[in-house]
């Protein structure tokens, strides 16, 4: 198994000339998963954009092991921020299909449908995203999680617009996930239950 499949030294992020927080440290290995958390403007957001390559970084370094470089690791990378990336003029499958296409992936209508199952849009396989409730594009956008089957996951703020059933579903499939060896950054400040699930909890400050 590999030793490690990110590693961020000593990171910061700025915002008008001024760092967010301290800096950081994080190696990440396969099978483990880091929560970031901090109050409203802590810059738990910046970070994680900078690690999914949408930002950069002030000061400090990140290293894409085990790959050779950014663009091969981000072929093994999925991330998810506030905006879903759900196209509003598609259904619910054609969104699904089209996330698969532009990562390459053949799907059969089987898979598409057991993925609209699992995270509980049975039903609505011919609705517009558009026409979803928040809850019900979140659970669209976290499907392609399932389907595309990525091994390092980049979530900010997973269990927003969730109910109860559904941040129960996302805590096992994140559990699962990790279980499998695969791998999982994200942000959650008030989710106790993923705080205690967590190999690092990295608690963002002021420096």
């Not at 490690?4 to 800096?23: M, V, Y």
């Not at 000061?59 to 506030?82: C, M, R, T, V």
Request: aromatic letters at 8%; hydrophobic letters at 40%.
């Amino acid at each position: 198994m590999q030793s490690t499949i990110l590693h961020i030294s000593r990171a910061q992020c700025q915002k008008g000339g001024e760092p967010l927080f301290a800096p950081i440290d994080l190696t990440l290995k396969p099978g483990q998963m880091a929560v970031v958390a901090g109050n409203n403007g802590s810059g738990k957001t910046t970070l994680l954009e900078a690690v999914a390559c949408l930002g950069v970084f002030s000061y400090g370094g990140i290293n894409f092991a085990p790959y050779d470089n950014q663009e091969k690791w981000l072929l093994h990378s999925h991330y998810i921020g506030h905006s879903l990336g759900n196209k509003a003029n598609l259904s619910c499958l054609e969104n699904l299909k089209f996330a698969a296409a532009i990562n390459g992936i053949k799907v059969r209508e089987r898979q598409l449908s057991e993925t609209l199952d699992s995270v509980g849009l049975r039903g609505y396989e011919y609705q517009f995203a558009s026409d979803l409730s928040a809850g019900q594009k979140k659970r669209l956008a976290l499907g392609r999680l399932l389907l595309l089957n990525k091994q390092f996951w980049l979530l900010d703020e997973p269990f927003v617009n969730l109910d109860t059933t559904g941040c129960d579903w996302l805590f096992t499939c994140i559990s699962d996930h990790i279980n499998n060896g695969g791998a999982a950054l994200l942000t959650a400040h008030d989710n106790k239950r993923i705080h205690e699930k967590a190999d690092h909890l990295i608690q963002l400050e002021r420096p």
